[in-house]
């Protein structure tokens, strides 16, 4: 067995723990049996090419060309307020299809405190029922494209502290110490946190280079076509509270609104959330 | 996790005292109060969680017998304070 854990995922369990005040780190690697069964704990290398782990876009390789010897999942064990709190923030990101958090993300397996513990997942937007031991733990899967990425590591860690959206884009765009957030033939983080947003917006706005971090001529007609009209090379915080909006109206179209049940738990003053009818999925799988 | 993985039944001493607890592992569970820096080891026996000792072990994070050592291995799992 080959499989290790990244010095990048070991600094999300150790800023994980420091969070929570229960939270002890519970396994990064997963034991014989974990790997006869597969999953996010077991390196591609070391399991079926089938298991679902290693299948979608963000997670098969080849082609992808990130490590075949890794794990992507962190268990972090916590008492039953912390796991409710973990488990409300993850939430939370899991029910905005606009955060740029959530790409990093594949799954997660929580728990708010009573009924069943749940398994949520980022690219389906599905729920299903997992195994009782995820009311001791909560179970959080990284896409293993990212495994090693700290952008994306420190985009979990933001969800993890309970940094909202906003704080977090603010955050990456280094709101106050500039009075531009990027330009044309920018390239970074600034860069990279809006091609995020513009895909969120539209997947398919950036064919060719993708979420490269660089602001060249495809970010730049992307960002005109949705966003600022004109030739799109400056974002600054006009265009910025802009997608903010746009991303707003299209995660708030054609949705449905379901009770959500640890309202009380949770203590928000809003009792009720919205989510996509038509991605909202609860049935029993067994995975992790 | 398979069902037939799991090591499911109820505790005997220490601060699990007749809670039914699972360990996804076949030794047992190491139960941990990290703002205590306690914890407390349960051996898997007969279809039932034992603590080893009532008394409080101290937590270590480094040396020889540290809980983030136990995280790795595949024999407790590492379980926080309910």
């Not at chain 1, 929570?20 to 399991?47: F, K, M, N, T, W």
């Not at chain 1, 992507?72 to 488990?87: G, K, P």
């Not at chain 2, 080893?52 to 595949?74: L, S």
Request: proline share 5%; charged share 25%; net charge negative.
């Amino acid at each position: 067995m080959t499989t290790k854990a990244h010095a990048t995922t070991r600094y999300i369990a150790s800023n994980w723990e420091s969070y929570y005040p229960s939270a002890v780190l519970s396994g990064i690697v997963g034991d014989p049996a974990h790997q006869a069964r597969g999953g996010y704990h077991i390196s591609i290398e070391d399991q079926s090419s089938t298991n679902y782990s290693v299948i979608r876009p963000d997670d098969k390789a080849p082609p992808g060309k990130w490590p075949r010897d890794l794990a992507a999942a962190i268990d972090m064990s916590m008492n039953t307020r912390d796991m409710t709190l973990c488990s409300d923030r993850l939430w939370w990101v899991w029910n905005d299809v606009t955060d740029p958090r959530r790409i990093y993300l594949n799954a997660f397996n929580g728990w708010f405190g009573s009924g069943d513990a749940k398994r949520y997942d980022f690219v389906t937007k599905g729920i299903s029922i997992t195994t009782p031991d995820h009311k001791w733990h909560v179970h959080g899967e990284i896409r293993r494209k990212y495994v090693e990425d700290m952008v994306a590591a420190d985009a979990i860690l933001s969800a993890l502290r309970g940094e909202t959206k906003e704080q977090y884009l603010a955050i990456v765009a280094g709101i106050g110490d500039d009075d531009m957030f990027c330009k044309y033939s920018d390239v970074g983080e600034k860069v990279r946190a809006m091609q995020l947003q513009l895909l969120q917006f539209d997947p398919a706005c950036l064919p060719v280079a993708g979420p490269d971090s660089d602001y060249g001529d495809e970010t730049a007609s992307a960002l005109s076509r949705i966003v600022t009209g004109g030739d799109g090379r400056i974002y600054g915080a006009d265009a910025w509270a802009r997608l903010q909006q746009l991303c707003q109206i299209k995660n708030g179209s054609g949705s449905t609104t379901i009770d959500w049940p640890l309202k009380a738990v949770i203590n928000f003053p809003n009792t009720t959330v919205t989510l996509p009818a038509t991605q909202i999925q609860v049935d029993v799988l067994e995975q992790e | 996790m398979d069902e037939n993985l799991y090591y499911e039944g109820i505790c005997f001493g220490g601060p699990l005292n007749g809670e039914i607890m699972i360990s996804r592992f076949p030794k047992g569970i190491l139960l941990v109060d990290k703002q205590g820096n306690k914890c407390w080891i349960y051996d898997w026996f007969n279809d039932s969680f034992t603590v080893r000792d009532e008394e409080a072990m101290e937590v270590y994070t480094v040396g020889e017998k540290n809980r983030y050592r136990a995280a790795e291995e595949p024999n407790y799992d590492v379980i926080a304070v309910p």
